[in-house]
């Protein structure tokens, strides 16, 4: 069954739940989101009877939101406790401490961090909310002298989003700060299967226009990223399935890969692939994977038929974050037509309501290669040049 919530629920996720009848727990937010009207809607009395009744049933969430709902009316069931197990990064980090011995990280409450001992952190370091999502709060510190400012800014990036998502999405009561882990970063979608073996649907590159840059800008996939990296992660998944005991879970999961080959994981992000349902649309251009299928239908991929017959095309999700320094309430329009002039051949772009969420929407393109013109470009961009701002009355 699954669980829709805000923000988004993409054309795709509805048409393929609409298809395959699939049962929605009828909340207030349904009808809210979607635009069809043939969804098989169960109620939320009948949701927990079912799952009281079958702990193997599966459910799915387009969004972290619906964690809270989760909580309050499955406490009987294995998922809060694997949700709170993934979701919170210190505990999860102590969960795996034993696989990287030497790897550092600490917990600090948020009131904590303008008396926090910089002298006695490693530099440099990555530091984020414990809970989190998007890249919020995210901020590398590769100097001690930068973190006065770097301070500032989380300070104010939490004002300024702490009503944007709920508490279970995006807690900044508690931050984690850990090592720089130096490498190639990825994100994967998949799922634990009822006996706790991972299922991989996507993997795809995370790339930056810096050392510095820590935002969630690109993602792209092709075949080479599936083939190079199928195998390694699959071995790296089954750890943590065996130290984690999680079946019947769908993740998004974002790890590096050091240079000597180590696969370090970043975070697991629980009961739903990529956010803003991103990633399982990627998969349907990429590969004619639907994620939303397989999970449900307890697939695995036949990867070398599916890479057999596509292309060696590059293919990219844009995250179009709001980098240009101003509030979404001072932006009067966002010009997504000038936009896609930047791409060679867009394939859908998703707008997003900048005024509550520091986000502009999404671009999924296709194109020759990650390091194209286009894509180098967006990566460089503060999207200034496709704002207009408000005019403000005297």
């Not at 500032?152 to 090592?179: C, S």
């Amino acid at each position: 069954m699954v669980l829709l919530d805000k923000p988004f629920v993409s054309d795709f996720l509805q048409k393929t739940l609409e298809r395959n009848s699939y049962p929605v727990i009828d909340t207030h937010l349904p009808k809210e989101l979607v635009s069809t009207k043939a969804l098989k809607l169960i109620s939320e009395k009948e949701a927990i009877l079912m799952k009281q009744q079958d702990e193997d049933l599966l459910i799915y969430s387009n969004s972290e939101n619906s964690i809270a709902w989760i909580e309050k009316n499955l406490p009987f069931s294995a998922l809060p406790e694997k949700i709170r197990l993934f979701k919170n990064k210190i505990t999860f980090r102590e969960k795996i401490r034993d696989l990287y011995p030497g790897y550092f990280f600490r917990g600090v409450p948020f009131e904590e961090l303008g008396n926090l001992n910089i002298a006695e952190i490693p530099v440099p370091f990555i530091i984020k909310p414990a809970v989190g999502f998007f890249s919020m709060g995210v901020y590398k510190v590769d100097h001690r002298d930068e973190w006065p400012e770097t301070l500032k800014k989380i300070r104010q990036e939490v004002l300024e989003n702490q009503q944007a998502y709920p508490k279970e999405v995006i807690n900044t009561t508690d931050f984690i700060i850990e090592e720089v882990i130096e490498g190639d970063e990825f994100a994967i979608d998949g799922y634990f299967d009822k006996s706790g073996k991972p299922v991989i649907l996507n993997i795809m590159q995370h790339i930056f226009s810096s050392g510095k840059d820590v935002s969630d800008r690109l993602y792209f996939t092709s075949q080479k990223v599936i083939r190079k990296n199928l195998k390694k992660m699959e071995q790296f998944l089954s750890e943590i399935s065996r130290r984690t005991e999680v079946k019947n879970f769908p993740s998004h999961i974002e790890v590096r890969i050091t240079k000597e080959g180590t696969i370090i994981p970043i975070e697991v992000n629980p009961m739903r692939f990529g956010g803003w349902c991103s990633s399982p649309d990627m998969a349907w251009y990429a590969f004619g994977i639907n994620e939303y299928e397989y999970f449900f239908n307890r697939q695995t991929p036949d990867w070398e038929n599916i890479l057999k017959n596509r292309n060696d095309k590059v293919y990219a999700i844009v995250i179009l974050d709001n980098s240009t320094g101003m509030n979404g309430r001072d932006i009067a329009a966002f010009d997504y037509d000038k936009l896609l002039t930047g791409f060679r051949k867009p394939l859908s772009i998703r707008k997003a309501n900048f005024k509550e969420y520091p986000l502009f929407g999404l671009l999924f393109c296709e194109t020759d290669n990650e390091k194209s013109p286009e894509i180098t470009n967006i990566l460089r961009s503060n999207l200034r040049n496709f704002v207009k701002p408000r005019v403000l009355n005297n």
